[in-house]
């Protein structure tokens, strides 16, 4: 049984910062690619950045040059640091990880999604 835990999340002011931290558990061989997503108020779920294993990234858009995300393989943690954040990053974000088994089939995992209220 995989699971992704996640923490992090809650209120933070304009401007600051936040980190938000998802860590695989259970029985696996290794993890492959790994990802952020939110889910804005009124809206569907959209990509935010991924990072592959060999440390390879991108990022959305309306993202880029203030987040961060960054992996810990030893630890099977996937972060994402988020700096000068806006009212509009406001969301619950969830994680994802391509986990392969130990018969090598890959398999998409998500996280339950933690809040990330913007509000002065």
């Known amino acids: 049984q995989v699971d992704l835990v996640q923490t992090g999340g809650g209120l933070v002011q304009p401007g600051g910062s936040l980190r938000l931290s998802c860590a695989v558990t259970?029985?696996?061989?290794?993890?492959?690619?790994m990802a952020w997503y939110r889910q804005r108020p009124g809206n569907e779920r959209e990509f935010v950045a991924t990072i592959t294993p060999t440390g390879g990234t991108k990022y959305a858009d309306s993202v880029k040059g203030r987040f961060i995300i960054s992996r810990d393989d030893p630890k099977n943690t996937v972060y994402l640091e988020m700096d000068s954040v806006k009212p509009e990053d406001t969301a619950v974000y969830y994680c994802?990880?391509?986990?392969?088994?130990?018969?090598?089939?890959?398999?998409?995992?998500w996280g339950r999604g933690t809040q990330v209220t913007v509000s002065p």
């Open positions: 994802n990880a391509r986990v392969i088994d130990r018969m090598s089939f890959e398999y998409l995992h």
């Open positions: 259970g029985r696996f061989f290794s993890v492959n690619a």
